[in-house]
């Protein structure tokens, strides 16, 4: 999805509570689609555990780029000091590349 659709608000009942969730949609009769495919054919894929927004704020490398630190008690660099290690070639840090197909791949920096 390159364009930028508004989110729709759901919201359903459960166990005497109401919940709500919102996902993006061109329009009311598109959100209507995409909450009857949930009912149809969704599942529960996994717990989210993290969510990561991605920018290019490279132009010049092909790909957009996630740096995962491996964090405390392993790494106690933060801010810039951890980008900075990351980019030199930290061992502990993990660098994932993200294709415009949405497809990953892991790579490691050699150090400088």
Known sequence: MTEKWPN????????????????PAKDFDDAERRLAAIIESGKVDGEVTLSVRVTVANLERPFPQVIVCAGPPECLLEGDAAVDAANSGCPKCKHILVKPDGSTEEFQRKAN
């Open 8 to 23: 729709f608000a759901f919201s359903y009942e459960l166990d005497g509570s109401e919940w709500e969730f919102q996902l």
